[in-house]
């Protein structure tokens, strides 16, 4: 699946900088998943009760006399250096992945023409849409609907990143007759998986901010039964009232149960998923493709085990959240390639109508 060229119809350099600089979006994009994970997970949410600065600083306050001027003007908030750091360090990378797709955006205006145009406005209207859920996160005081649909923004953000990069650099592969048509086949279940994968994330999100993630702390079962009492009634209440603040959860335990055990579920569900979308890979041709995506969701189960029975030790909890973006950026991959593959067959014959029609005009001219 090497088979990249340009547009023979794009300029050349100007889609290299495009691509170069999509490509860079991409790990910053990364690096701020990852950083957002970070500081939900050390509780920094509300490391800087004040956006976009903290505590009316540009960084954060971390001399005597400015943690003493801090605590004044914030007295229901008193510094924590070992909150405000994550939060603004996230906010700083963010905020340079916005510049970037700014960068982008400009680029493609120069030449409008060019692929990935659209793509790229609507990648700038999602990022400034995540930064407004960003100061939500802290103003509404880390409200779960805001800090989950927060998480989605940021997964959505390095998706279309990663689609522009393979936009930009891939025209379509060419492949066996045969293993194009294999391939068409399982596109349906390709795009199911990819929603499940979103879904989950979702769910991850919902059991990060309601603090659930512990709420079960054995595995395969939960508190030593296979069903125990859950309230998901009021664990799914996504109407519930904003409170004065959401830090360590406002839930009773079998609703974060309830919330715990419908992660399980959609953990199992996407693995079904995904491990008979590999092996119908496997039985189409595309072997590589089989075994990286039954790698990546092997990986991200056995991260998701460990963070249960080792009690969500913080590097193992930060891994599982990247590794979703690896299984979800692999799922949307995947996607495309199946999308945008053409037949040997066909790409044979339409090169050899260009050459007849091409030899005919010659032959008219002569």
Sequence with gaps: MNNYELDPTDSKPHTAWRLRLAMAGCALAVVVVVLGAFTRLVDAGLGCPDWPGCYGHLTWPDEHHEIQSANAAFPHAPVQTDKTWPEMVH????????LLVGGLTVLAWRRRGQRAFKQTHFLLALILLQAVFGMWTVTLKLWPQIVTAHLLGGMATLSMLWLIVERLRNKGRLIPAHEFRSLQKIRPLAFIAVVAVVLQIALGGWTSSNYAALACADFP?????????????????????????YLGGALESDARTAIHLTHRIGALIVSVLVLGLALLAWRAGSR????????????????????????????????????????????LTFCYRIQTAQPTDTARESSQDKSDAHGTVLAGEL
């Design 91 to 98: 906010r700083y990378f963010a905020g340079s992945l916005l």
């Design 288 to 331: 590589r493709w089989a075994v990286g995506l039954a790698g990546v969701l092997g990986l991200q189960v056995c991260l998701g085990i460990a963070n249960v029975v080792m009690f969500l030790p913080l590097p193992i909890a930060v891994a599982h959240n990247a590794g979703a973006a690896l299984l979800l950026l692999g799922l």
């Design 221 to 245: 079962t939960c508190h030593g039964q296979w069903w125990p009492q859950a309230d998901f009634q009021q664990g799914f209440n996504i109407a519930q009232q904003i409170g004065p603040n």
